[in-house]
C-alpha cells in the first residue's frame, strides 16, 4: 500500500521560492517514476515536474528554469524547488508515485501553493 504525504506549501510573494516535500511508505521508493502535478480552482490536473528511477528529469514548458526536481532515495523523498514563482503558479500540488511501465499511479493529499502580493 502506497502512502505518500506533501508538505511544504504556503503563501509566497511573486518572485518568491517555495520547496515542495513528498515522502513514500509502504513501498520500495527507488522502484517508482515520481511526478508533480498541480491543479488550480476550475482548471484539471496537470503535469508540472517528473523525475524517474534513473534520475531523468522532465519540466513542462511554463516552469523551465524555475523549478527543480529531485529525489533522495535515502529519504523516501521526491522535492520541487520552486524559484521565481507567479500568480499563475497557485494551485494545490500533488505528488504522484507510478511503477515504470503502469499509465496510472498514486497520489498524495495535496498541498496548497498560494501567489499573491
Known amino acids: 500500500q502506497v502512502h505518500i504525504v506533501e508538505s511544504g506549501g504556503g503563501w509566497v510573494q511573486p518572485g518568491g521560492s517555495l520547496t515542495l516535500s513528498c515522502t513514500v511508505s509502504g513501498v520500495i521508493f527507488r522502484a517508482y517514476h515520481m511526478g508533480w502535478y498541480r491543479q488550480a480552482p476550475g482548471k484539471q490536473r496537470e503535469l508540472v515536474s517528473s523525475?524517474?528511477?534513473?534520475?531523468?528529469?522532465y519540466y513542462v514548458d511554463f516552469v523551465k528554469g524555475r523549478f527543480t526536481i529531485s529525489r533522495n532515495n535515502a529519504r523516501d523523498t521526491v522535492y520541487l524547488q520552486m524559484d521565481s514563482l507567479k500568480p499563475e503558479d497557485t494551485a494545490v500540488y500533488y505528488c504522484?508515485?507510478?511503477?515504470?511501465?503502469?499509465?496510472?499511479?498514486?497520489w498524495g493529499q495535496g498541498t496548497q501553493v498560494t501567489v499573491s502580493s
Open positions: 523525475i524517474t528511477i534513473e534520475n531523468g528529469a
Open positions: 504522484n508515485a507510478r511503477i515504470p511501465g503502469h499509465s496510472v499511479g498514486s
